[in-house]
């Protein structure tokens, strides 16, 4: 698996950032190489800490906030797929404050869900293309807690082609990147 630097991680984050509506009724959207440039400036990094890194930008709609890491173990090992990527984004000009996704660096099946468990704690992810979230923003929200109080969150999702992966992501970090993002774009807890 290719490992990135956090210029390259955030480039490729702020590419790939996909936030679905707030009901979660339509389809995630996804802004495209252009519309990220027609934004203004690249992705600026608040902090890094352990494993997860902090970063804000603007765009049409106003300030966007997230934070992104990368699991520490991925099964099976060889498995063919891009580095996976669990991110929570604000974008308060469209009153949208954590918005958990996981991008999973392969094509899921189609009508799979994503499994998610925290310490314990298990939640159902619904699935897009290469990405899964939560199914509401009150469920957003319960896995933002629990993965703020959390050590470690297993992510296990079945592709298109090829055996069930899993995606274990240390915790460590995540409350510190998470109060970076909220003061960034002015979310209270």
Request: charged share 25%; aromatic share 6%.
């Amino acid at each position: 698996m290719r490992e990135y630097g956090p210029l390259q991680l955030s480039l490729a984050i702020g590419l790939l950032l996909s936030i679905p509506a707030a009901g979660r009724a339509e389809s995630p959207k996804r802004p495209s190489t252009a519309a990220q440039s027609q934004a203004g400036t690249p992705a600026e990094q608040l902090g890094r800490i352990e494993a997860w890194a902090a970063f804000t930008y603007s765009e049409k709609s106003g300030k966007v906030c997230y934070l992104a890491g990368q699991p520490a173990k991925s099964q099976p090992p060889g498995a063919k797929r891009k580095r996976p990527v669990a991110m929570v984004t604000h974008r308060p000009g469209e009153r949208a404050a954590n918005v958990v996704s996981f991008i999973e660096g392969y094509s899921l099946q189609e009508g799979s869900d994503v499994s998610l468990d925290i310490d314990g704690t298990k939640f159902d992810l619904f699935t897009k293309g290469d990405t899964a979230w939560a199914r509401t923003a009150e469920l957003d929200k319960a896995i933002v807690e629990a993965m703020t109080k959390g050590k470690q969150a297993v992510v296990k999702g079945t592709p298109a082609k090829g055996p069930v992966t899993t995606d274990t992501y240390s915790l460590a970090g995540f409350a510190q990147a998470m109060a970076l993002i909220d003061k960034a774009c002015d979310v209270k807890r």
